[in-house]
């Protein structure tokens, strides 16, 4: 659990809603991550978790409400009270702000590991090359991955391509970081491996949303513990309160199943 959360919110969600045609899948989500927290998203599957992740960095537009980021609203601009959707290029500058780890990687699979690290901050970024490279191989060291930089990804383990996927992510030096059930595509003695690595970036003050069904790791690592049922927030707070003496019966019923 991080000791630097602060009390400035990272991360403001606001009565958003979503639907996909007939199906609502966010309704009315409100939602507050604190600067340096780690915040651990729990709930069944269709509860619209992996959405609500999209959202935050506008890889789905939300029907109603709003994100903000660090300050920014994410994906619009306010004039007056009417929210106007911003130019793709504007949102993809947004999002080198906000890290994204999906749960099947998405690797570059032409590109070395160390490529796939370089390629964002020198395009999006504009960094030189000779500082990315650099910046890059620390961020492998960082991830136990030194000595991987000229492979490909296809050479690698399912575990050490999460944490390529992380060190990419974190190659942006995003405000905030996502992870969309990391670690559900990987073999289970694969799983220690990645979860270890972003309880070293909790550890170090990094703003995380994970979405995760690592019940043990929400324990540890968690600053607030989220469970969303049909779309919405049904309980937020604490580890100890969430998991141990759950307020809410769809929560019991949920931990019972899983605990």
Request: no cysteine.
């Amino acid at each position: 659990m991080s000791s630097t959360a602060g009390q400035v919110s990272m991360v403001e969600v606001r009565s958003v809603h979503k639907s996909f045609g007939p199906l609502e899948v966010l309704r009315g989500i409100d939602l507050d991550v604190r600067a340096g927290e780690v915040a651990v998203v729990l709930g069944p599957s269709g509860s619209g978790k992996s959405t609500l992740l999209r959202t935050i960095n506008h890889l789905e537009k939300v029907d109603s409400g709003w994100i903000s980021v660090d300050g920014t609203l994410v994906g619009y601009r306010r004039s007056g009270d009417k929210l106007y959707e911003l130019r793709e290029r504007e949102v993809l500058k947004q999002r080198t702000r906000i890290g994204f780890v999906f749960q099947n990687f998405r690797l570059f699979p032409h590109l070395t590991v160390l490529e796939n690290l370089v390629e964002a901050p020198v395009s999006a970024l504009k960094r030189p090359r000779e500082q990315a490279v650099a910046a890059a191989r620390g961020l492998l060291d960082r991830v136990g991955l030194a000595d991987k930089a000229d492979a490909y990804p296809k050479q690698l383990s399912g575990g050490q391509q999460q944490r390529v996927a992380i060190a990419r992510a974190l190659a942006l030096e995003p405000a905030l970081l996502l992870f969309d059930e990391p670690t559900s595509a990987l073999d289970p003695e694969l799983v220690g491996e990645v979860l270890d690595v972003i309880k070293d970036l909790a550890a170090s003050g990094t703003t995380m949303i994970v979405v995760t069904h690592e019940i043990g790791f929400a324990r540890e690592v968690a600053d607030t513990v989220v469970f969303m049922d049909e779309g919405r927030v049904v309980e937020q707070g604490p580890p100890a309160e969430v998991l141990d003496s759950p307020r809410h019966e769809r929560t019991r019923a949920f931990l019972s199943k899983v605990l």
